[in-house]
């Protein structure tokens, strides 16, 4: 079951082709199970983030594979685009996919190398991928291995330093504009994780006056609870809080634009002479782009804030040989268990008969010799174990390292071994049978 990752990403296509493939959280689990029916899909994961959308899938061809899920992109929710969406999608096949989803997990592949959200997010779409059923063994591995390459390169090297994440990097930008933030008014849209990051480096900030509004106004209460400053409106009273604000950041996860270039218009005409600078960190976008054109008002998105952060980066640039090295273990680590699944099926047959033969001659023997007493049956039980431990040891070993090493020279081995026990896992065989001899798609 080759390995694939179809995706678009912030190194591919530029914010307004990212926003209009981004799916609602609300919409992940419904988009993964209609996934699922696609007949070349055994399992899937969709992991979107702020800077990417990509679709990981075990699927048992690859061309049929590949066709699919770009035939999902494009007609799931999307229909058709005035642009050629081929020409900034990627796709990854085999060990390049897994070594891509190890560089998005550790950081070395985000718009801000390191960023802190990255491993959240990871986590989230393997959870959601389990809610919707479509995760399997495979990337079921695949997504463990990589969270856990995550957190060993944030602990082993200095890849996370600074904690510069999308959400502390806006609050940064802002305070590069404006010099300080203690005295300013700060208007946070959106209550999710981005955007309680952000309000934390605020109150860091020593940040006094803020205002938190959100669709649901229990989650901007709960978060300014949380903080313990500020106060929360509810989204009807955003133009209000637009009239005094210096700075707005903006993080929702809503399909439409909160701030629209007549709402921003309307506050700044209440209060000319003051500028307000705003940081738009959602994907799909929160402003209307004509906002940038209103006079006094500076607009970033993400694309922009990325480019304006480069320089606080070298640091983590350095530990990137470290992460590698990382990287590169537990890429090799899943390869030899992704190898190793040939000879499960023969193990497991094996063990099986040879369990089902051990048990009913013991049977028939203490059928034949009722005086053994529990003690005498207990060591005859005991040893006939042994035996069988003993006797399947080195085959089960040497086929399992054989795997590793050389995958197509297994399959011939466990091809033997179950037309000479006469195990007929030839179906089983089949599940597990990567139609390439190994995880490298160029050999």
């Given at each position: 079951?080759?390995?694939?990752?179809?995706?678009?990403?912030?190194?591919?296509?530029?914010?307004?082709?990212?926003?209009?493939?981004?799916?609602?959280?609300?919409?992940?689990?419904?988009?993964?199970?209609?996934?699922?029916?696609?007949?070349?899909?055994?399992?899937?994961?969709?992991?979107?983030?702020?800077?990417?959308?990509?679709?990981?899938?075990?699927?048992?061809?690859?061309?049929?594979?590949?066709?699919?899920?770009?035939?999902?992109?494009?007609?799931?929710?999307?229909?058709?685009?005035?642009?050629?969406?081929?020409?900034?999608?990627?796709?990854?096949?085999?060990?390049q996919a897994v070594e891509h989803l190890f560089r998005v997990s550790t950081g070395l592949d985000s718009m801000l190398i390191?960023?802190?959200?990255?491993?959240?997010?990871?986590?989230?779409?393997?959870?959601?991928?389990?809610?919707?059923?479509?995760?399997?063994?495979?990337?079921?591995?695949?997504?463990?291995?990589?969270?856990?390459?995550?957190?060993?390169?944030?602990?082993?090297?200095?890849?996370?330093?600074?904690?510069?994440?999308?959400?502390?990097?806006?609050?940064?930008?802002?305070?590069?504009?404006?010099?300080?933030?203690?005295?300013?008014?700060?208007?946070?849209?959106?209550?999710?994780?981005?955007?309680?990051?952000?309000?934390?480096?605020?109150?860091?900030?020593?940040?006094?006056?803020?205002?938190?509004?959100?669709?649901?106004?229990?989650?901007?209460?709960?978060?300014?609870?949380?903080?313990?400053?500020?106060?929360?409106?509810?989204?009807?009273?955003?133009?209000?809080?637009?009239?005094?604000?210096?700075?707005?950041?903006?993080?929702?996860?809503?399909?439409?634009?909160?701030?629209?270039?007549?709402?921003?218009?309307?506050?700044?005409?209440?209060?000319?002479?003051?500028?307000?600078?705003?940081?738009?960190?959602?994907?799909?976008?929160?402003?209307?782009?004509?906002?940038?054109?209103?006079?006094?008002?500076?607009?970033?998105?993400?694309?922009?804030?990325?480019?304006?952060?480069?320089?606080?980066?070298?640091?983590?640039?350095?530990?990137?040989?470290?992460?590698?090295?990382?990287?590169?273990?537990?890429?090799?680590?899943?390869?030899?268990?992704?190898?190793?699944?040939?000879?499960?099926?023969?193990?497991?047959?094996?063990?099986?008969?040879?369990?089902?033969?051990?048990?009913?001659?013991?049977?028939?023997?203490?059928q034949r010799c009722p005086a053994l007493s529990e003690r005498e049956k207990m060591l005859i039980t005991g040893m006939s174990?042994?035996?069988?431990?003993?006797?399947?040891?080195?085959?089960?070993?040497?086929?399992?390292?054989?795997?590793?090493?050389?995958?197509?020279?297994?399959?011939?081995?466990?091809?033997?071994?179950?037309?000479?026990?006469?195990?007929?896992?030839?179906?089983?065989?089949?599940?597990?049978?990567p139609s390439i001899p190994t995880l490298d798609v160029d050999e």
């Amino acid at each position: 079951m080759p390995l694939v990752c179809l995706g678009l990403s912030h190194q591919t296509a530029p914010v307004e082709v990212r926003e209009h493939h981004a799916f609602p959280a609300a919409r992940m689990e419904a988009a993964l199970v209609a996934l699922r029916e696609y007949d070349a899909v055994r399992e899937a994961v969709m992991l979107q983030t702020c800077g990417r959308l990509e679709i990981y899938a075990d699927v048992s061809d690859y061309e049929a594979g590949v066709s699919q899920l770009k035939s999902f992109l494009l007609n799931f929710r999307h229909g058709m685009t005035a642009y050629d969406i081929e020409s900034y999608l990627y796709t990854l096949l085999g060990r390049q996919a897994v070594e891509h989803l190890f560089r998005v997990s550790t950081g070395l592949d985000s718009m801000l190398i390191g960023e802190a959200e990255i491993l959240g997010q990871v986590k989230d779409a393997f959870t959601a991928a389990q809610q919707a059923r479509s995760l399997g063994k495979t990337l079921h591995r695949l997504f463990r291995e990589a969270m856990s390459a995550g957190k060993a390169a944030r602990t082993q090297t200095r890849i996370g330093d600074d904690s510069t994440s999308i959400a502390t990097a806006a609050i940064e930008l802002a305070k590069k504009e404006f010099g300080t933030l203690r005295d300013l008014n700060v208007v946070i849209v959106g209550a999710g994780k981005m955007a309680r990051t952000a309000a934390k480096r605020l109150r860091g900030e020593g940040t006094h006056n803020l205002v938190v509004t959100n669709r649901t106004s229990k989650n901007a209460q709960d978060l300014v609870k949380e903080l313990g400053f500020g106060h929360a409106v509810e989204l009807p009273g955003l133009l209000d809080a637009l009239t005094s604000a210096d700075i707005v950041v903006t993080s929702t996860g809503a399909s439409h634009f909160v701030l629209t270039a007549e709402a921003v218009a309307t506050a700044m005409a209440r209060r000319p002479d003051h500028r307000m600078f705003i940081v738009d960190i959602a994907v799909p976008r929160d402003v209307h782009p004509g906002v940038a054109n209103i006079d006094g008002v500076t607009l970033v998105d993400i694309d922009g804030l990325r480019s304006r952060v480069e320089h606080t980066l070298e640091l983590r640039r350095e530990a990137i040989p470290q992460v590698e090295e990382i990287i590169g273990e537990y890429l090799e680590r899943f390869s030899q268990w992704y190898n190793s699944r040939v000879a499960v099926p023969v193990i497991a047959s094996l063990t099986r008969k040879a369990e089902a033969i051990r048990t009913a001659e013991l049977e028939r023997l203490f059928q034949r010799c009722p005086a053994l007493s529990e003690r005498e049956k207990m060591l005859i039980t005991g040893m006939s174990m042994t035996i069988i431990s003993k006797l399947l040891h080195t085959v089960v070993t040497k086929i399992r390292d054989k795997a590793i090493t050389n995958h197509s020279e297994a399959l011939a081995h466990v091809r033997l071994l179950d037309e000479l026990f006469e195990l007929n896992i030839a179906d089983e065989l089949a599940k597990v049978r990567p139609s390439i001899p190994t995880l490298d798609v160029d050999e």
